[in-house]
């Protein structure tokens, strides 16, 4: 249980807030590249509660900036996207992708006017077709880390943006520290529903939850396992939560990694990146820019559909409320790494109010390589495996 100003400090995003403060020396997923086309080379978007435009220059460049014009506030998601950056269509100032104004088309060019706007904008990284942005100091901006997943070519590349999660970013977090929860959510579920192709371990006991804190030089995290009764063979495959807003996860056909970007407090944006490895290592035949699919967690009347995992995790995330009440909660054992999770966050808020360094940020270039997260110990866990020591114990 917290007190409502823990809950206050750990939830909010917005600008100034002691965790939007911590969340800004993260880069964020803001989009599936593919998003992003030819005819149409902008995209709203609202991230740490800012109302930010995301455009594709004529160049092929990114930029993220604020929605409204520097000059009287016209929305830039009306401009054009000119070679070099954008041109608002409300009287045509134009700003780069640093936010530098380099034209004012009706004021005197002797006056220096232009140069003293400086309009807000946050620099843009791509990588394995997502598009990542960093919205904090200029000068504590970490290397963007390269996940295998994302920096790998001998597979197949996909990505989900999910339905917008109405509700609070830590919900979905504190989920990812929550191994129980995919028994009755998950398994139960869609064994009710028919599914034939419902989730393994149903009917398994646990004899051990794992919690191990991993801090690496390019990222931090919680690693987690379960481990069966009777049955010294682990759940799954370990699957970090990855500090502070990631799911790294096995599945089915691959990997995925789970980005849970903050819109505001109350909303968030999921996006599923999905890996598939090729058989024989080859390099596999995809576009640059992997093609992304919308998935909807609801039906057309508001209801959660719950015919896969995403739909019935946005329930139980987005019914805990808006920002989950953690006033009144109870948390038992098998809540220890929601606890943990939150310890860690509640020390890296301190760690930055300090000026101490920051887990999970990387600024050392010796150290800027592909982070491997799949490892060898991945190839032995088998769905089907794990099916049959169900069936054995069912
Ligand atoms: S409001 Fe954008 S140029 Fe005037
Ligand atoms: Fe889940």
Redesign the pocket.
């Known amino acids: 249980m917290l007190s409502q100003e823990e809950n206050d400090l750990l939830t909010r995003v917005g600008p100034g807030t002691p965790a939007g403060q911590l969340l800004r020396r993260y880069w964020h997923v803001v989009a599936a590249a593919s998003e992003l086309t030819d005819e149409k080379p902008k995209k709203r978007v609202r991230i740490l509660g800012e109302n930010l435009l995301l455009y594709r220059n004529r160049r092929g460049g990114y930029g993220l900036v604020a929605e409204r014009?520097?000059?009287?506030?016209?929305s830039?998601y009306y401009g054009f996207t000119e070679d070099d950056g954008i041109r608002?269509?409300?009287?045509?100032?134009k700003y780069d992708a640093c936010g530098k104004c380099v034209e004012q088309p009706f004021e005197n060019p002797e006056s220096g006017f232009k140069d003293k706007i400086q309009h807000p904008a946050y620099p843009v990284e791509k990588l394995g077709g997502l598009l990542f942005a960093y919205m904090g100091p200029a000068d504590k901006k970490p290397l963007w880390p390269k996940w295998d997943v994302l920096v790998r070519l001998d597979g197949v590349k996909k990505v989900d943006v999910c339905e917008v999660l109405e509700c609070n970013w830590l919900q979905a977090m504190e989920n990812s520290v929550d191994p129980t929860h995919t028994y009755y959510l998950h398994s139960h579920t869609l064994k009710l529903k028919g599914d034939k192709d419902y989730v393994p371990f149903h009917y398994q006991q646990l004899s051990k939850i794992d919690f191990e804190l991993v801090i690496q030089p390019s990222w931090a995290g919680i690693q987690k396992q379960r481990i069966f009764a009777g049955d010294d063979v682990p759940a799954e495959a370990p699957h970090p939560l990855i500090f502070p807003n990631i799911l790294f996860v096995p599945v089915r056909t691959g990997y995925a990694m789970h980005f849970r970007t903050p819109i505001d407090d109350a909303n968030t944006q999921v996006f599923q990146f999905r890996f598939s490895p090729t058989k024989d290592g080859r390099i596999a035949d995809q576009p640059e820019d992997p093609p992304f699919e919308f998935v909807a967690t609801k039906n057309d009347d508001g209801e959660f559909h719950l015919n896969h995992f995403a739909s019935q995790d946005h329930m139980a995330w987005e019914t805990q409320g808006p920002i989950a009440d953690r006033t009144c909660e109870h948390l038992g054992e098998g809540d220890r790494g929601i606890i943990m999770f939150r310890k860690l966050l509640r020390e890296q808020i301190s760690a930055l109010q300090n000026g101490d360094n920051l887990i999970g940020v990387n600024f050392d270039p010796a150290q800027d390589e592909m982070i491997q997260l799949i490892h060898a110990g991945y190839d032995a866990y088998s769905f089907a495996a794990a099916r049959e020591r169900e069936a054995k114990l069912a």
């Open positions: 014009c520097s000059h009287r506030g016209a830039l608002c269509a409300y009287h045509g100032w």
